[in-house]
């Protein structure tokens, strides 16, 4: 019993029951679904949500620091809008848009959170406004979409890698490879150590010297770029430019965060276990598709019933723990 | 006064010479001065307004004081900040061990200067290193287990290790205690003994008296920002400690009051515990207490009369008229009221019994600043109703003007927030907001505190006046001489448990302090824990 | 002056807008009567704006005991869903649960679709008190949850309404004004005599300054917090009948999309803080106003409807920029650089 105990005292509970239950649910799904348990589902599991990965990491990097960022995905948007034009009007070379699309996002990430910390505002109505603003630059480079015609998108887009008898596409590897970095920067620099700090307690972390203004800002300006790279890989994805894209993947790049075991309140969490929670709303989403039966407005209804789920299982350990001392 | 002199020969490791600190026209310290030798525990104490926590913010580095140097090792220093103050040297744990509890051990001794493999963080080498430290401090626990799974005792022990890995020489620890239960505070104690052989120099603030005559080599006394004194622990009476920390006579001294009191004396008979034993008991508390905050006591609180918490700052005081109030809720023990059994697991159990509370933190806990005065006076009144039945705004209106001329309240415009008005007028909005609710008992936790002299007078005449009405009241207050000169019934408190309950007029400021400070000699009337008194000649 | 009424700053802005207006768009004021009603661009601006008032309105309270309601647009399309779906005659195959097949009478199926916001509005005040979750997370949960549940009712599909009495919440008009002023005002008095004649407003408004001290003092902070969320989704609820009566039908995926923002930001302008405490209705309803007109003047102006929410962007960091404690220090220095000069104006200046 006392094992048991120790287990939900761990930090990685959460994440590890959401690991299990992607694997659960993919037994389930493969035993009562035809043809779901084949290698190229896992993989387009992978394609179709590597956007929604890099932009959840961003965001859990937000969140374990204390705060939260709803502009991502309007940032995103404005990302494959900003693509679509410098490609197609002023016929950039992607070489140099890619990184140019890449800053921008920084930078607005930056301001951003220079404007939260400076002015001591709450980070939800900043980054709300900032979503409003990206959602309007949108709408200001243009109303309807951008088609992307560029050689190097193009290739980015229907190149298949081989894999184990399936296929992945070059967005999936970007993806996994900025998880691998997210999880280095998060484990083994001084940036993401004192990220966790911060969302731990922000008034220790400062007295104990900690950068705390610099890391926080420097949170959002990350989380801006995972935007615009999730933007830039949506672009491979959808080949255009449009300002009603990714509508509402804030919320589902908060939801994959708290399903993925990081608390709301910042300081504990695992950038990994974002992966498992992208990997369970991509299931419930191929699960349903796969089904037919249920009409996709069951998705939100599923994502809003995980969500509180989580939050409970969350609040119910962080109670328990308090408790134990 | 002349500083005793060590036996041996060692230089303090840190010296302060002279400092004052003003802020605003008040000075906080002044020509100050104290020096910490190495391998030893010199305890800091002093009451409200002391100064010792401005002095330790000079220490490290948060004040820059206005007159006097500080010499670390012989060498002129002046800390600019906390990192800075660590950087030389001079490390210190707070009472609230500002670490982060949802990282591991490990990481919290580490954070901000990680050991490190080919520019990544090395995680074996921290584990490896603070199981290290901590067995140096003669702890042994999975440093791997974030923070927060680990008791507050121990908690400070990974401060204290974190301290000491920034290399230490000067270690303060600022009441560490207070959270602490008698256990975990002899495993601090032990560390602190470790320390001390390993020549470590300590700086220990606390409020308990036995525990300061349990650890220290060298106690310094502060009062009102001056250095009252600095004595070796063994030559030093805790008499003459308590006399040091409250003073002989308080500043009206006793003389004026009685002056006062001549007017008033005449109708007022102090009820001597034989009177109250025959009245019946408003209140009992039956072993009432909370984990870490007091242990259980007991008490009963006799219908109509006017009983006096007294002792040290940090001594239960408060602690225990909160656990009364149900603003804390207590983990044992329960009270009895009307001869029925009662817990009180809010505020509101107790106000429904007609008891009401004005907390001794006036602007956190009291008054709601940006409400207007008519607003705040008749918050505790209104709640009783419910939301659903207003107090007519007439009624409000009379019933405000009615307490200004009563309690003597200087305000032009009532419905002007309360924050324009001067401290002690706020005080009397939130007298008047419990007397508007006709209580049965008043709790004051220090109504006079931050008040100026006249207005404090008044508010005691009125405290007496209502006492004399038949309320029962409980008052706490750090004015030794307020509490002697209108209880009924003291009750004296020390280290969190009470220690002696005498008569009012029995006692006079000497004699309370020989209570507060065990010394044999005062007959109480009933002592509770007879074990706790020392017997000092 | 501005911080000794506070409700001065919004009016101000209010009324510089509508001067803009009147000088750069020709026949702002104008108003004419047509077959006994009110025609004209303001009457068309407080009627739009109706469910944003009603909403900021509920908003206000939420807000004023420190909490947030981000799920108004969703309860707004469940209600508006509800109420159309009883009146609609044909229901969407997935809904097995109801089984009103014909027009149901106007008032039930208006209290039936108030009645869903009201619970809406207890499941976001139990999740907040019983779980103590905090309110954004909360009130996240029935943003994503809800609109899928409104999706679902619909079928995604727009459901149209041909039941003429309900158009008249909407669209019709009483007395010569529109009926939707009506319904705001009867929501703006009811609420203001709810916190102006029953200590509702004292106590939120301590509960928002002082939880601690509230506590002390007696106050049962839980159940009127419950009943804030309550009312602000009861609203909600109402300002969804209102879309969909004006737009005649119910679009789950649409109705009171960006409403939360919108709603944030208007009670934000009206001057109440987002960390609680005191709160003005009056403001809010300023608030309200002045977003749907400076949507009107935008486009009025031709220019694209996008820039909308860019001013919104700015005004909203602008506004709390302002209410910030931040700001203090950095314009007390700004003016310090400017008094340094040597001064002729009068010694008049403000503390």
């Known amino acids: 019993m006392s094992n048991y105990l120790v287990l939900t005292k761990s930090p990685a509970f959460t994440s590890i029951a959401t690991a299990i239950l992607v694997l659960l649910m993919f037994v389930v799904g493969g035993l009562f679904l035809p043809g779901f348990f084949a290698v190229q589902v896992v993989f387009n599991l992978l394609i179709d949500n590597a956007y929604l990965l890099v932009l959840s990491i961003g965001m859990t990097f937000v969140i374990l620091s204390g705060g939260i960022d709803l502009s991502i995905g309007s940032v995103l948007a404005l990302t494959t809008l900003l693509c679509g034009f410098l490609l197609q009007t002023w016929h950039w070379s992607a070489w140099i848009v890619i990184p140019l699309v890449l800053t921008f996002g920084f930078m607005f990430g930056i301001i951003m959170g220079a404007v939260i910390e400076y002015f001591k505002l709450q980070p939800f109505i900043v980054t709300l406004a900032g979503m409003f603003l990206a959602r309007g630059l949108c709408y200001v480079i243009s109303i309807n979409s951008i088609t992307i015609e560029n050689d190097f998108f193009t290739r980015m887009s229907q190149t298949q890698i081989a894999l184990f008898g399936g296929f992945i596409s070059p967005s999936v590897l970007v993806a996994l490879a900025l998880l691998a970095l997210a999880i280095f920067l998060a484990h083994y620099t001084a940036f993401g150590r004192a990220i966790y700090a911060i969302g731990g307690n922000e008034q220790s972390a400062l007295m104990m010297g900690l950068p705390v203004a610099r890391t926080k800002v420097l949170v959002y300006g990350f989380s801006g770029c995972c935007a615009a790279l999730a933007g830039v890989l949506f672009s491979f994805y959808m080949l255009s430019g449009y300002a009603l894209h990714a509508e509402g993947s804030e919320l589902d790049a908060i939801a994959a965060v708290v399903i993925g075991g990081t608390l709301l309140t910042g300081g504990v969490g695992y950038v990994a276990g974002t992966m498992s929670g992208v990997m369970m709303l991509g299931l419930i989403q191929t699960m349903i598709a796969f089904d037919g039966t249920l009409s996709s407005w069951w998705i939100k209804i599923v994502i809003g019933a995980l969500l509180l789920v989580f939050c409970l299982v969350q609040r119910m350990l962080s109670t328990k723990n308090h408790s134990l001392n | ?69 500080i010499t670390l090792n012989g060498k002129l220093i002046e800390p600019t900040s906390t990192q800075h103050a660590q950087q030389l040297g001079i490390s210190t744990v707070y009472q609230e061990v500002n670490l982060c509890p949802n990282l591991s051990v490990a990481e919290n001794i580490f954070i901000g200067r990680y050991p490190r493999r080919f ?75 470790e320390l001390r052989a390993q020549g470590i120099a300590i700086l220990f603030v606390t409020h308990f008296l036995d525990q300061t005559y349990a650890i220290s080599d060298r106690i310094t006394v502060m009062r009102n920002g001056e250095l009252e004194g600095e004595y070796l622990c063994a030559e030093l009476p805790r008499l003459t400690l308590v006399n040091k920390m409250i003073g002989q006579v ?72 909160r656990l009364l109030f149900g603003a804390d809720q207590a983990d044992s023990g329960h009270m009895i009221i009307d001869g029925k059994r009662a817990y009180f697991r809010s505020p509101l159990d107790a106000i429904s019994r007609g008891i009401g509370f004005c907390s001794e933190d006036r602007k956190k806990e009291g008054a709601i600043l940006a409400l207007s005065v008519r607003e705040n006076m008749h918050l505790a009144l209104q709640a009783q109703r419910g939301w659903r039945r207003q107090i007519p705004i007439s009624l409000q209106k009379e019933q405000t003007w009615r307490m200004v001329r009563l309690l003597g309240i200087k305000v032009a415009d009532i419905d002007m927030p309360i924050a324009n008005l001067s401290g002690g007028n706020q005080q009397k909005v939130l007298l008047a907001r419990w007397l508007l609710t006709n209580p049965n008992m008043l709790i004051l936790d220090e109504p006079t505190r931050g008040i100026d002299v006249h207005a404090k007078q008044e508010i005691m005449d009125h405290i007496r006046q209502l006492s004399d009405a038949g309320m029962t009241i409980l008052l706490i207050s750090s004015e030794l001489s307020d509490v002697i000169d209108y209880s009924d019934r003291i009750i004296v408190f020390r280290d969190r448990t009470i220690v002696g309950e005498f008569a009012g007029g029995e006692l006079n400021q000497e004699t309370v302090q020989q209570v507060i400070s065990g010394h044999v000699g005062v007959m109480p009337i009933y002592s509770s824990n007879s074990e706790n008194e020392v017997s000092h000649v | ?151 679902l009712l619909t079928d995604g599909q727009i459901q149209s309404v041909a039941y003429q009495p309900f158009f008249f919440l909407g669209s019709g008009y009483f007395l010569g004004l529109p009926f939707s002023l009506y319904i705001v005002a009867v929501v703006f008095v009811a609420l203001t005599l709810l916190i102006r004649k029953t200590a509702l407003g004292l106590f939120i408004q301590t509960i928002g300054i002082n939880p601690v001290a509230a506590r002390l003092v007696g106050i049962r902070a839980a159940l009127l917090i419950v009943f804030a969320y309550v009312l602000c989704s009861l609203c909600a609820g109402l300002a969804g009948v209102l879309i969909c009566s004006n737009i005649k039908s119910a679009d789950a995926n649409n109705i009171g999309l960006l409403l939360e923002l919108d709603a944030i930001l208007a009670v934000t302008l009206g001057g109440t803080s987002l960390d609680g405490g005191k709160f003005s209705l009056v403001g809010s309803v300023i608030g309200a106003l002045i977003i749907q007109t400076l949507t009107y003047t935008i486009y009025s102006l031709g220019a694209a409807p996008e820039l909308n929410m860019i001013i919104k962007a700015i005004v909203v960091v602008v506004v709390c920029v302002s209410q910030s404690s931040e700001l203090k220090p950095i314009w007390c220095e700004v003016r310090s650089l400017f008094n340094a000069a040597p001064v002729k104006k009068s010694a008049s200046t403000r503390l």
């Open chain 2, 250 to 321: 308080d500043e009206l001294g006793s003389a004026s009051k009685s002056a006062d009191f001549a007017t008033s004396s005449t109708d007022h008979t102090f009820k001597f515990p034989s009177d109250t034993v025959s009245r019946p008991a408003f209140l009992s508390a039956v072993g009432l207490g909370k984990k870490t905050v007091l242990p259980p006591l007991d008490l009963t609180i006799y219908q109509g009369e006017l009983l006096g918490f007294s002792g040290l700052l940090g001594s239960g005081r408060t602690e225990t008229a």
């Open chain 2, 1 to 69: 006064m002349s500083l005793p002199i060590r036996q041996n020969q060692f230089q303090p490791v840190l010296e302060l010479s002279g400092i004052s600190k003003h802020f605003s026209g008040v000075h906080a310290l002044n020509n100050v001065s104290l020096r910490l030798y190495p391998g030893e525990v010199h305890t800091l104490m002093g009451q409200n307004g002391a100064g010792k926590s401005t002095l330790i913010k000079v220490l490290t580095g948060l004040h820059i004081p206005d007159q006097g140097r």
């Open chain 3, 1 to 151: 002056m501005f911080e000794k009424i506070p409700l001065l700053k919004p009016l101000a802005a209010l009324v510089f807008l509508i001067l803009l207006d009147t000088i750069i768009i020709p026949g702002f004021i104008r108003m004419e009567v047509k077959d006994g009603q009110l025609y004209g661009s303001v009457i068309d601006i407080l009627n739009r704006a109706a469910p944003l008032i009603i909403t900021s309105l509920g908003l206000t309270l939420v807000i004023a005991t420190r909490g947030i309601d981000i799920s108004v647009g969703a309860v707004a399309a469940i209600s508006g869903t509800v109420a159309v779906l009883l009146f609609s005659e044909t229901i969407s195959d997935n809904v097995s649960a109801l089984h009103f097949t014909a027009k149901s009478p106007l008032f039930w199926a208006i209290f039936f679709a108030i009645g869903c916001a009201i619970l809406c509005g207890i499941w976001n005040g139990l999740l907040v008190i019983a779980l103590g979750l905090q309110p954004i997370i909360a009130t996240m949960i029935l943003m994503v949850g809800g609109r899928g549940l409104a999706q």
């Open chain 2, 119 to 193: 520019g990544a963080i090395s995680w074996t080498t921290m584990r490896n290193k603070s199981i290290e430290l901590l067995h140096k401090l003669k702890v042994d626990i999975d440093v791997t287990r974030p923070l927060a799974s680990f008791s507050l005792a121990m908690q400070q022990m990974v401060a204290i290790a974190r301290a000491l890995n920034i290399s230490c020489k000067l270690l303060i620890l600022d009441e560490p205690t207070s959270s602490l239960d008698e256990a975990e505070v002899q495993l601090l104690f032990g560390v602190l003994r």
